[in-house]
């Protein structure tokens, strides 16, 4: 299922997804400098999640944040919102 996360303080307006099996799949940016947004895109797929989450926490790049910092947040507030 492709899950939807609008970025904040980043040239990406938004980043598409698919989690299947804790694995990241199919990451797309909305905008944002491709070369940059499609190696991260290639980077990650078919990484766990959470490693996902710790490699691109807290990177910055403006305003305290970047795309791959905006990646880790869209990939916790799926978790977040999984069911329990």
Not at 28 to 52: H, P, Q, R, W, Y
Request: net charge positive; proline share 4%.
């Amino acid at each position: 299922m492709k899950n939807s996360f609008r970025t904040s303080g980043t040239c990406a307006r938004a980043i598409n997804f698919e989690v299947e099996d804790n694995k990241v799949k199919n990451v797309e940016f909305v905008g944002g400098c491709a070369g940059n947004t499609n190696g991260i895109s290639k980077l990650v797929e078919n990484m766990d999640i959470d490693e996902v989450i710790t490699r691109l926490k807290g990177i910055p790049c403006r305003n305290n944040t970047s795309c791959p910092d905006q990646l880790a947040k869209a990939l916790e507030t799926y978790k977040n919102n999984l069911p329990k």
